[in-house]
């Protein structure tokens, strides 16, 4: 095995490390009184922005501060979960799940074995990124209505979609050591979450209508 596919092995590893860490979370999230989620949703924030600037600036971030970062999303995913779980059913938001991960590899695998160069969607996405931001900030002062939410919903689908492919592309085609498995492991992880409570908030959608 080459280096380059090494490091792609190490990442997906990592990854997966990751997810089982943040299920921990989850799980030992259902112990956590109420009133902490609040400020532990804010440290959280800090600490994403913290690694959004490390990859912007090309540093790296080790282990530690990556499996840190995932127990808390899982803990703070807790009350979302529980939320789902009680309103559509276990099964359902196990299928959420299901269905993010068969979504998330296929596209992990387009994303990989195209040969374009995928770069230019850098750009795109971050705009569309802010977009979300912005309307589900407005969405949760100024309700917009359920079209809105629909619209936001699926918009966040197709951008952490487009993320998916875009960062596996990367890993691809950039030239990574072992001191960036940590930051490329987070960032596969960032797409996977977002995508699955997406995914999760459209069954929402869909059995309201039902």
Request: net charge neutral; aromatic share 14%.
């Amino acid at each position: 095995m080459d280096t380059h596919a090494a490091i792609q092995q190490k990442i997906l590893s990592t990854f997966v490390i990751s997810l089982i860490v943040a299920s921990i979370g989850a799980i030992l999230g259902q112990f956590v009184p109420d009133f902490l989620f609040l400020p532990l949703a804010i440290f959280e924030l800090v600490i994403l922005v913290i690694a959004l600037f490390s990859r912007k600036n090309k540093e790296t971030i080790g282990y530690p501060f990556l499996y840190f970062f995932t127990f808390l999303t899982g803990v703070t995913t807790f009350p979302v979960i529980a939320h789902y779980t009680s309103k559509l059913g276990a099964a359902l938001v196990c299928g959420a799940f299901l269905t993010t991960a068969i979504v998330f590899a296929v596209l992990a695998i387009y994303g990989t074995v195209t040969k374009k160069d995928l770069s230019f969607l850098g750009g795109i996405l971050f705009s569309g990124l802010i977009a979300l931001i912005i309307l589900s900030i407005l969405n949760i002062f100024f309700p917009l209505g359920s079209i809105a939410v629909w619209g936001i919903t699926i918009l966040g689908i197709m951008i952490f979609s487009g993320y998916v492919i875009y960062d596996f592309n990367r890993i691809k085609r950039l030239s990574l050591t072992e001191e960036d498995v940590p930051l490329m492991a987070l960032n596969i992880y960032l797409d996977f979450l977002n995508l699955f409570l997406k995914i999760l908030q459209l069954f929402g959608l869909l059995s309201s209508k039902d």
